[in-house]
């Protein structure tokens, strides 16, 4: 019974490969979380700068002889005022089901 030997150089790169592997995977993982992450800041960062617009634009409003009501009244949402939120399609579908019955 003769064990057949082993090539050490190929069982080296093929443990090279497979910690490569991983070690890609791990590091996609990051690139993934970072960009992701940079994304966020750049919308929040939009939110902010259309937020500071919608508050001047507001004070222009009143300081031009609106009063907040008549502003509510036209649809204006005021500043910090949650808009509204779009339907869910789940939400929808289940609605239109039940009226059917």
Request: no cysteine.
């Amino acid at each position: 019974m003769n064990e057949p030997i082993q090539n050490v150089e190929e069982s080296v790169e093929a443990a090279r490969r497979l910690v490569e592997q991983e070690t890609n995977a791990r590091v996609d993982a990051v690139r993934a979380i970072v960009v992701a992450s940079n994304e966020v800041e750049t919308l929040e960062a939009r939110l902010r700068d259309a937020q500071a617009a919608h508050d001047s634009a507001w004070q222009a409003a009143l300081r031009a002889g609106w009063n907040e009501k008549s502003l509510r009244a036209t649809g204006a949402r005021g500043p910090g005022q949650q808009g509204r939120r779009p339907r869910r399609r789940e939400a929808a579908s289940a609605a239109s089901a039940t009226a059917g019955e």
